[in-house]
């Protein structure tokens, strides 16, 4: 089931980063699901679906954007160097 959300914006800030209310609406769902990947509350695999693009396109924007892909934490260093 598809659910709309309604997010009120006042036209100066429409008009001040030139969109259009489809346009702006497109790129809050991409700003949605790159930070909510980057939380870790949404999988690559759902913020790609949701934005209706091949998961790999969006790992690559979601890094670009700064999301790390993979964590090194000292508990994957200890994993890790126990291999040695």
Known sequence: MQQ??????????????????EC???YIKKQAAINLFKEGKLSSGS???WLGIGRVAFL???????AT????????????????
């Not at 690559?60 to 700064?66: D, E, L, R, V």
């Open 47 to 49: 913020a790609a679906a």
């Open 69 to 84: 892909l993979l964590e090194d934490t000292s508990d994957d260093f200890a994993r890790e160097t126990a291999l040695l």
């Open 4 to 21: 709309t959300v309604i997010i009120d914006c006042p036209p100066e800030i429409l008009l001040g980063l030139h969109l259009d209310a």
């Open 24 to 26: 702006f609406a497109d």
């Open 60 to 66: 690559h924007i979601a890094f670009s954007a700064g």
